[in-house]
């Protein structure tokens, strides 16, 4: 059996643990709340795709000009309830012989030589997360939501950070309270954790208020910071 099978059983064990510890799941992850949220995330999500069409569609021609390769970038990550799924980003980094070099889940640094020019405008504006709006409509992500980490990460993470399944009783967002605190890029340990407080915040205090508060505050959270 492959490394990655059994690291995806692990996290679904994890999951499954930490809601048999909780004995009920909250906020969003309640029965009625998360059905309303789905539906609020479908409606959002189509909107959106309807409106930025024309210039995703730009984003993706120009990243097949600049240099060789597809347009997305799929990579695994872990959903709601541990489950793994594949993420849709715009590739913002060279490829070799088909595939991003970022496949091996390598954290991107400053002056990263495998990001493009045209890459690292993206990443900076997260416009690079645009696509995963095709996973809201899968049902696989939320508008609003704790970030997806890699499979791999989020095994390291479980094993050094109590609660950390926690997050995994909602579906990972394109955006979340953490993001629009600053708290994004890094992936050192005391980094995860400030994350997670805010992830289990979200989780117990969700309304659909919260998730229009994020989902506004992202947008001049994104003008301001300067990510990598």
Same mark, same amino acid.
């Given at each position: 059996?492959?490394?990655?099978?059994?690291?995806?059983?692990?996290?679904?064990?994890?999951?499954?643990g930490h809601y048999g510890r909780d004995n009920q799941v909250v906020g969003?992850?309640?029965?009625?709340?998360?059905?309303?949220?789905?539906?609020? @995330?479908?409606l959002g999500a189509l909107l959106l795709l309807l409106?930025? $069409?024309?210039?995703?569609?730009?984003? %993706?021609?120009?990243i097949r000009l600049e240099s060789p390769g597809p347009a997305l970038f799929r990579q695994k990550r872990t959903g709601l309830a541990g489950r793994p799924f594949m993420v849709f980003k715009f590739r913002s980094m060279v490829t070799v012989a088909g595939q991003e070099t970022a496949?091996?889940?390598?954290?991107?640094?400053?002056d990263d030589p495998r990001i493009t020019p045209l890459g690292r405008l993206l990443r900076r504006s997260s416009v690079d997360e645009l696509?995963?709006?095709l996973n809201v409509l899968r049902g696989e992500m939320s508008l609003?939501?704790?970030?997806?980490?890699?499979?791999?990460? @989020?095994?390291?993470?479980?094993?050094?950070?109590?609660d950390?399944? $926690?997050?995994?009783?909602?579906?990972? %967002?394109?955006?979340?309270?953490?993001?629009?605190n600053g708290l994004r890029g890094g992936g050192e340990v005391f980094e995860i954790r400030r994350r997670?407080?805010?992830?289990?915040?979200?989780?117990?205090?969700?309304?659909?208020?919260?998730?229009?508060?994020?989902?506004?505050?992202t947008v001049p959270h994104l003008i301001f910071f300067r990510a990598h």
């Open positions: 059996m492959s490394d990655r099978p059994m690291t995806s059983a692990r996290l679904k064990a994890i999951a499954i969003p992850a309640r029965a009625a709340a998360s059905l309303f949220k789905r539906y609020f @995330d479908l409106a930025l $069409l024309p210039a995703l569609t730009v984003v %993706g021609l120009a496949r091996a889940t390598a954290p991107a640094t400053v696509p995963q709006l609003v939501g704790p970030r997806p980490h890699a499979v791999d990460h @989020d095994e390291k993470y479980a094993a050094e950070i109590e950390y399944g $926690l997050r995994f009783q909602v579906r990972p %967002g394109i955006t979340g309270l953490a993001q629009i997670l407080v805010l992830d289990r915040q979200y989780i117990e205090d969700w309304s659909l208020l919260s998730d229009l508060r994020i989902l506004f505050l």
